[in-house]
């Protein structure tokens, strides 16, 4: 089996992003491999540790991919602080055709874009993929994934992921994925405050969830537990309708949410003050009209940071993107665009950006607690990439071995699913599959 299919049928996704399948992205014509340990969100520390325990199997990974595609390098890029924490210099050789390459410590540098112009000096045209500028981008995780299912025929079962916030240490941890959040804080002793929230991701780009009925995914990078009242949480409960509302009355059109914005600042034609001028007609009326918001990163910079009438431009920006995507339509350039000269002193710094959401108190370096793996159930989601959903091929009442596959990929871009314990399937729909250890029905 090549290492395409390796990485297919082992279910492997970009791990901490928007879960775009990985194998996807092996293409020929790459003349560089970005590998993404900028981990930019502040109180995630999840690649740190994985770089400081595991680098072997992160260079392997790399191997693999510089080795199948052809590709003559790979940049191992990480934050300025995370460099020094593993004693690492810019530009260090780390191994044959891999090389170090250091961050300026700002919000964001894990943006794709952001971090393909830092790295390498390209601006990859508005709404293209970065393939089209000769660069294929993996994070670290998903970098390990691919030593360890190479190495050993093995599946993706395991995520990694910090557990930070408001409690006593941060901690990281692996643990199968599927499982409920709610178990996970118990076997830690973890407890959820009176007054906060819960963050699946970073507090900038993380989604709030339940915490009695969520679980780990493939793309779950950290856990953040945050009282409600910091802009992290608060920023969450912004609405685009409300936003859409109140830009009507409120937007002085100063233009600071286009100043700061890190897209526009790299030349691309996303103008988030326009956005909100136009909101509701251009909603309404002409999807055209607002087809850049497609190329927003979601960063959140123009809501947290520029805006002093409390208007979430990215809140109207991501109605606009639901809309474009309902209609199948996005932005996409063939011309070059020209970084401009500002962005140098533009960039937020990261402590800065950690002040502004309200986290910086948090920000301690977490403690690795090794692999749990006894937890006694998993829900496994057949939609936890982008493309098809997985498709079940398990039923009630079957017994599962870990690393048993237990759903098909779907039709076009999709992939296999795992069972990621051993045990019993007590359930499955269109949505879900769930394995408990013990089957109370026999
Ligand atoms: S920063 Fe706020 S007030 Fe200024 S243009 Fe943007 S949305 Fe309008
Ligand atoms: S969220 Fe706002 S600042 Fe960030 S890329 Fe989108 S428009 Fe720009």
């Not at 932005?331 to 950690?354: F, L």
């Amino acid at each position: 089996m090549d290492l395409k299919e390796i990485m297919k049928e082992a279910g492997i996704v970009g791990a901490g992003g928007a879960g775009f399948p990985s194998y996807a992205k092996l293409a020929d014509g790459a003349h560089t491999l970005v590998v993404n340990g900028a981990e930019c969100e502040p109180l995630l520390y999840t690649d740190y540790i994985l770089l400081q325990r595991e680098m072997p199997n992160v260079l392997s990974g790399i191997k693999a991919v510089l080795e199948y595609a052809k590709i003559p390098r790979a940049l191992l890029c990480v934050k300025e602080h995370t460099a020094k924490r593993l004693h690492y210099t810019d530009g260090a050789k780390l191994a044959e055709k891999i090389f170090l390459k250091t961050l300026p410590d700002v919000y964001p540098m894990g943006d794709e874009i952001s971090l393909i112009y830092q790295a390498t000096g390209i601006v990859v045209k508005p709404g293209n993929l970065p393939i089209t500028a000769g660069v294929i981008v993996y994070n670290v995780e998903t970098l390990y994934n691919v030593s360890i299912m190479q190495k050993f025929s093995a599946k993706l079962t395991m995520k990694w992921l910090t557990i930070a916030g408001n409690v006593p240490q941060p901690i990281v941890t692996r643990v199968p994925i599927g499982t409920p959040i709610f178990d996970l804080f118990e076997k830690y002793s973890i407890t959820i405050p009176e007054g906060h929230s819960v963050l699946d991701g970073g507090p900038s780009m993380g989604k709030l969830i339940d915490p009695q009925t969520a679980v780990v995914t493939k793309t779950t990078k950290g856990l953040l537990i945050l009282p409600n009242e910091t802009e992290a949480i608060v920023s969450k409960h912004l609405d685009g309708a409300k936003s859409i509302a109140r830009a009507e009355t409120a937007c002085c059109q100063c233009t600071r949410c286009t100043d700061l914005c890190p897209r526009h600042l790299l030349g691309y034609p996303l103008e988030p003050h326009k956005m909100v001028r136009t909101a509701k007609g251009a909603v309404t009326v002409l999807p055209e009209m607002v087809l850049s918001a497609t190329l927003c990163c979601g960063c959140g910079i123009c809501e947290s940071l520029a805006c002093c009438q409390g208007i979430s431009p990215r809140a109207v920006i991501n109605e606009y993107k639901a809309l474009l995507a309902k209609n199948k339509l996005r932005y996409v350039s063939k011309t070059d665009v020209e970084v401009m000269p500002e962005r140098e002193y533009r960039m937020i710094p990261s402590e800065k950006w950690a002040s502004v959401l309200g986290v910086q108190k948090y920000d301690k370096l977490p403690v690795f607690q090794g692999e749990s793996t006894e937890f006694g159930r998993v829900e496994l989601y057949l939609r936890q990439h982008i493309g098809a959903p997985s498709v079940a091929i398990v039923g009630e009442g079957d017994r599962v071995e870990r690393g048993d596959k237990i759903a098909e990929s779907g039709d076009g871009l999709s992939l296999p699913l795992y069972a990621t314990i051993s045990g019993y399937i007590t359930a499955v729909d269109s949505e879900k599959i769930i394995i408990d250890r013990v089957n109370n029905n026999v």
